[in-house]
């Protein structure tokens, strides 16, 4: 039997990259899948490049109004949402720390933070009613060490990452679980200017006990894991995929 067979998932961010394959997953193993991302175009792409029920729904998550209707669409359509996929994120602040200005901050904070407080507080009553539900942030390495000129990023995942621990703790007596992935460098179009570079690559992956590019695929095997019953005793954990690189191998 399917894994997710029954399960109504929405994953935010899923017109590319990580988001999709984690939609694809799901909706390989029987979940019905709602997309949302700002561009209802390339949701539409996305959704028919993907084999199984996908609803693709246009969401700016930074938007209040826009998570309400994402959450009211699921639910009309349906009927619940069991799992909640935090996957959308901007990096719009790759520069000094002291050049870092408010509009900046305020805006990572609403986008990478925020729009994960606001999906969870409007899908969790129903999880609550129910008795079970999953919730997965997809934070990043980068919120466990400080990202080089990256302080905005590293500062909203490893909130995340706590807001993910909250959760759990106050949320797991009621049967819901609440998890995080931390992935390493996974080829997409976020991180292009650390992949599209051979030389730079080569040099990332030097010291990475496991020696490819990550794919997207590897962190939503992960996903899926944390999705299904076959996780039915981690909570509040924040699952590293990043092919060793935070066990970096140095000759010293
Ligand atoms: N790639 C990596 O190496 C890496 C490493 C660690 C963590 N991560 C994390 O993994 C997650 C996915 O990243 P990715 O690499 O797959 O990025 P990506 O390829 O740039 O995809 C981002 C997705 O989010 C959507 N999105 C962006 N801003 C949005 C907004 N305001 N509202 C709704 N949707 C929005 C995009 O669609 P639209 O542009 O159409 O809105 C797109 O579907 C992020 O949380 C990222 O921080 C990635």
């Not at 009211?72 to 050049?99: S, W």
């Amino acid at each position: 039997m399917p894994v997710l067979e029954n399960r109504a998932a929405i994953v935010t961010g899923a017109s590319r990259g990580i988001g999709k394959a984690i939609a694809a997953a799901f909706a390989r193993e029987g979940a019905a899948v709602v997309i949302c991302g700002r561009k209802l175009d390339t949701l539409q792409q996305a959704a028919s490049e993907i084999a199984g029920t996908v609803l693709p729904v246009a969401c700016h998550v930074g938007r209040k109004e826009d998570i309400q209707r994402l959450v009211e669409i699921t639910n009309r359509e349906f009927g619940k949402v069991d799992i909640l996929v935090n996957n959308a994120a901007t990096n719009i602040a790759q520069e000094p720390v002291l050049q870092v200005d408010e509009t900046k901050f305020d805006k990572m904070v609403e986008i990478n933070l925020k729009s994960a407080f606001r999906l969870i507080q409007a899908v969790a009553p129903g999880m609550c009613e129910r008795g079970s539900g999953s919730i997965i942030n997809i934070v990043s390495i980068s919120g466990l060490r400080p990202q080089y000129q990256g302080m905005l990023y590293s500062m909203t995942k490893a909130a995340l990452i706590m807001m993910t621990k909250s959760y759990a703790q106050e949320l797991g007596p009621k049967g819901i679980r609440v998890n995080a992935i931390a992935p390493g460098l996974i080829q997409t179009a976020l991180s292009e200017y650390y992949w599209n570079d051979s030389a730079r690559l080569e040099h990332t992956l030097e010291k990475q006990p496991i020696r490819h590019l990550g794919q997207p695929e590897e962190i939503a095997e992960m996903a899926l894991l944390l999705a299904g019953e076959g996780a039915s005793y981690i909570t509040g954990q924040t699952m590293v995929v990043d092919g060793g690189r935070m066990n970096p191998i140095d000759f010293l």
